[in-house]
């Protein structure tokens, strides 16, 4: 099935800072979702992007699919934006399942 | 109550129990997927419920059981779990299904239910 990498997998920030969170993909996709887990377990959309860039507050995201990447953008980053994001993607050439990556582990440090 | 529910938020039962967990859908949408998220490992695609219809089942054991009355109704009936079934259980809902090439395949997650087998 298609391969999601996610980089860095830890990422310890200072608050006000800003990153960039990359999610490598190994086939085509026709859906590619970002989501925030909070420390409860809850998954929040971010952005659905399977290609382009969109923008949501200090959150922003870019997918370029034809290099099969995308970047999600924190700036001015606040000890909520802590928890593990995860790119997920879908891909029509595979297994018919929505294949999500092992995250990123974001800490916002005061 | 809006989005994706679930319930219980925690559940903790013994190997020889028979528990559910339930989820709700509030969005209209016509696909509903269980999701296993253990410790230190991605999101494990357990079964895929397409207009109350199941249409995946990820080589899951069968002491789980999945039921989907409608189409805002989820359900995983748990019995003889082992200690290492213990995680966390996500239910998701989407208004088409993930292998349609549509922008309306975006699943949106439930808050999930904390398990622990003893």
Not at chain 1, 23 to 49: K, M, R
Not at chain 2, 43 to 52: G, I, K, Q, R, T
Not at chain 2, 69 to 79: A, K
Not at chain 2, 86 to 108: D, I, K, M
């Amino acid at each position: 099935g298609i391969q999601v990498e996610q980089s860095p997998p830890d990422l310890i920030l200072q608050e006000g800072a800003n990153s960039t969170l990359r999610c490598n993909f190994s086939d085509s996709v026709n859906n590619l979702q970002w989501f925030h887990q909070n420390p409860w377990g809850q998954l929040i959309n971010l952005f659905y992007i399977p290609s382009g860039t969109k923008q949501n507050g200090r959150l922003s995201a870019t997918t370029v699919a034809t290099e099969r990447y995308s970047l999600l953008y924190i700036s001015s980053s606040q000890t909520t934006d802590s928890g593990v994001y995860f790119c997920a993607v879908f891909t029509p050439y595979g297994n018919n399942r929505l294949a999500f990556g092992k995250g990123n582990q974001v800490v916002v440090i005061p | 109550e809006t989005g994706v529910t679930q319930t219980p938020r925690h559940l903790v039962m013994g190997m020889t129990n028979k528990k559910s967990l339930k989820c709700e859908q509030h969005l209209g949408h016509n696909a509903m997927y269980w999701y296993k998220q253990s410790a230190k490992k991605p999101l494990e695609l357990m079964f895929v419920y397409s207009l109350e219809e199941r249409v995946e089942n990820n080589s899951v054991p069968s002491r789980f059981s999945p039921e989907c009355p409608n189409s805002s109704h989820l359900f995983l009936h748990l019995h003889t779990l082992q200690p290492e079934d213990s995680a966390l259980y996500l239910c998701a809902s989407s208004q088409v299904p993930s292998w349609t090439g549509s922008r309306y395949n975006e699943q949106f997650f439930g808050p999930g239910t904390r398990l622990t087998v003893l």
